[in-house]
């Protein structure tokens, strides 16, 4: 279009210069007429017009095609746009999907991942308090060790104490059952004595 209007600019300076230079021509020309003069100006104004008329048609012509290419060029556009909406509108549905995929497996994996935890934390739990379990256990075992140690050597202490005093029996028993030997043998011959003195006094006797 600013080309279009440069040239119809150029056109209408062209055809004033040319008036110009007549009007100029017939006002130094001494020698023509007054008639000749305006037939002059009126075969320029003529041309003058005819030119406008023709340059104005060239101008409808060109403006016509230009509107023609740009309609079209904006029908191209709008064509391209649309395809490119559509594409536009697909990659974003599928980009939609796939988010929402991604979204449904991370969602998938969050709660797995939640459930796994859950299952430590209550095997650990469990381990703990079987550990917990495990050293009362021992903690028992080792006071019921100590304990037995300790009645164990309590109950040596006694044997000890049960061995001696049998020990002192045994002593004692061995010197009672001495002093009784003893004792029964000096009534055995006590008793021997008797029987042969009461035998004697008999003997004597009769």
Do not use: P
Not at 36 to 51: G, N
Not at 187 to 202: F, I, K, M, P, V
């Amino acid at each position: 279009m600013q080309e279009l209007q440069r040239q119809l600019n150029d056109n209408i300076a062209s055809v004033q210069q040319q008036l110009e230079r007549a009007i100029a021509d017939a006002a130094a020309s001494t020698g023509q007429s007054f008639t000749v003069i305006a037939k002059d100006l009126r075969d320029a104004e003529t041309a003058r017009k005819s030119e406008e008329a023709a340059l104005k048609s060239s101008t409808e012509h060109l403006c016509a095609s230009l509107a023609a290419e740009i309609a079209a060029a904006e029908q191209g556009l709008a064509d391209k746009l649309a395809g490119v909406q559509s594409e536009a509108t697909c990659e974003a549905e599928r980009c939609t999907a796939e988010f929402a995929s991604m979204g449904a497996e991370s969602r998938r994996l969050c709660t797995e991942i939640e459930t796994e935890r859950q299952q430590a934390r209550v095997s650990t739990l469990g381990v703990i308090s079987e550990m917990n379990e495990l050293r009362d256990s021992l903690a028992r075992s080792a006071l019921s060790h100590q304990e037995s140690k300790a009645s164990l050597s309590h109950l040596s202490a006694e044997t000890s104490s049960l061995q001696q005093c049998m020990q002192e029996e045994e002593m004692a028993h061995a010197a009672l059952s001495d002093a009784l030997a003893h004792r029964a043998h000096g009534l055995s011959e006590q008793t021997a004595e008797l029987r042969n003195t009461l035998e004697s006094a008999l003997a004597h006797g009769l």
